[in-house]
């Protein structure tokens, strides 16, 4: 059974220019999470959806920064303008949500790099 | 606002000895997860811990749970290299699907 597909792996883009990171969540999941990985921040949560429908987006860092999930197959995370400060590694991960909220699986994870 | 605590931070160790990891969090769960990662990797699930007085096993690590003490230990037994990795606990708040995740441990071992 696939995982969770994320694209890009790797993306070096100029500050300014637009970026969009895709997710392919697990297929039956109902629950997709995007999270931000930094060396001083740690794992941070941006955004979840809960059968497609943003439910907090509190970790949102600012405007620049959109998630939109349009089915239960796909979302993306798009950062425009981009900065310098936006490097780092995006992960997606999906769960199952029901009676008992489960464990979340990650992708591999979109590094980017801002110049 | 759920705070998770992970120490220590960074731990080298030698192979064949025993060390515990700890997380402490903030308010009331109803779930703990322990999670592991390679450099340059995803996360890969560990333990899922659900209920006070948990433990589960897999190979030389052990994860429990006590939700009085809002503590959870993820003790190596026996290390050996192959387990160098960064470990993280997450913690659910309760009634809420987000994860908060620890600053996680980067455990060395060496031979």
């Known amino acids: 059974d696939a995982g969770v597909i994320q694209s890009p792996r790797h993306e070096v883009t100029e500050m300014g220019q637009e970026v969009t990171l895709r997710c392919k969540p697990i297929?039956?999941?109902?629950?997709l999470f995007w999270y931000r990985q930094t060396m001083m921040r740690g794992l941070e949560l941006l955004i979840y959806f809960n059968n497609n429908v943003p439910i907090d987006d509190s970790g949102m860092p600012e405007d620049r920064f959109s998630a939109k999930m349009p089915n239960a197959s796909f979302s993306t995370l798009k950062i425009q303008p981009s900065e310098p400060r936006d490097s780092a590694v995006y992960f997606c991960?999906?769960?199952?949500?029901?009676?008992?909220?489960?464990?979340?699986?990650f992708g591999e994870g979109s590094r980017l790099t801002v110049l | 606002e759920l705070k998770v605590e992970q120490n220590p931070l960074f731990l080298s160790m030698q192979e064949g000895k025993n060390y515990t990891i700890y997380c402490n969090y903030s308010t009331t769960s109803d779930r703990l997860y322990w999670y592991r990662q390679d450099p340059g990797k995803s996360l890969e699930s560990l333990f899922v811990l659900l209920s006070n007085g948990a433990v589960k096993q897999e190979g030389r690590l052990m994860a429990s749970l006590d939700t009085k003490a809002r503590l959870s230990t993820l003790h190596i037994t026996a290390a050996v290299h192959d387990l160098s990795a960064t470990y993280f606990c997450?913690?659910?708040?309760?009634?809420?699907?987000?994860?908060?995740f620890g600053q996680g441990t980067r455990l060395t071992i060496n031979p």
């Open positions: 997450a913690v659910g708040l309760q009634g809420a699907q987000k994860l908060v």
């Open positions: 297929s039956g999941h109902n629950s």
């Open positions: 991960a999906s769960s199952l949500a029901g009676k008992v909220f489960g464990e979340l699986f």
